[in-house]
C-alpha cells in the first residue's frame, strides 16, 4: 500500500506566498508523475501541476508563471511553491501520485486527503 501525505496549507494574504509538500511513502518501485490538484467548494476538481519522472512539468494557465512544482531529492517528495496568490487560489490542494509497486506492475494512482490554502486579508 501507498500514503500520500500534503502538507503546508494556511491562511496566506493576497499577494503573499506558500509552499505545500507532498510526501509518498510506502511500496514504492517508481513513481511515473506526481500533481497537485484543487478544488473549490461546487467545482470539479482541477489539475494545478505536474511533475514527471524525469522532471518535466506542466501547469495550468491560471497558475502558470505563479506556481513552481518541484522534486525533492529522494524522487518521492513533491513541492508546490505558490506566489502572488489571489483569493482565487483559494481552494483544497491534493497531491496524487502515479505509483508503480513494482517493476512488472501497472502503475494506479494515489491520493492525499488535501491540504486547505485560503488566501484572504
Known amino acids: 500500500q501507498v500514503q500520500v501525505v500534503e502538507s503546508g496549507g494556511e491562511l496566506v494574504q493576497p499577494g503573499g506566498s506558500l509552499t505545500l509538500s507532498c510526501a509518498a511513502s510506502?511500496?514504492?518501485?517508481?513513481?511515473?508523475?506526481m500533481d497537485w490538484y484543487r478544488q473549490t467548494p461546487g467545482k470539479q476538481r482541477e489539475l494545478a501541476a505536474t511533475i514527471t519522472n524525469d522532471g518535466s512539468t506542466n501547469y495550468a494557465d491560471s497558475v502558470k508563471g505563479r506556481f513552481a512544482i518541484s522534486r525533492g531529492n529522494d524522487k518521492n517528495t513533491v513541492y508546490l511553491q505558490m506566489n502572488s496568490l489571489v483569493p482565487e487560489d483559494t481552494a483544497v490542494y491534493y497531491c496524487k501520485a502515479v505509483v508503480y509497486g513494482s517493476s512488472i506492475s501497472v502503475a494506479r494512482d494515489y491520493w492525499g486527503k488535501g491540504t486547505l490554502v485560503t488566501v484572504s486579508s
Open positions: 510506502g511500496r514504492i518501485f517508481s513513481i511515473r508523475t
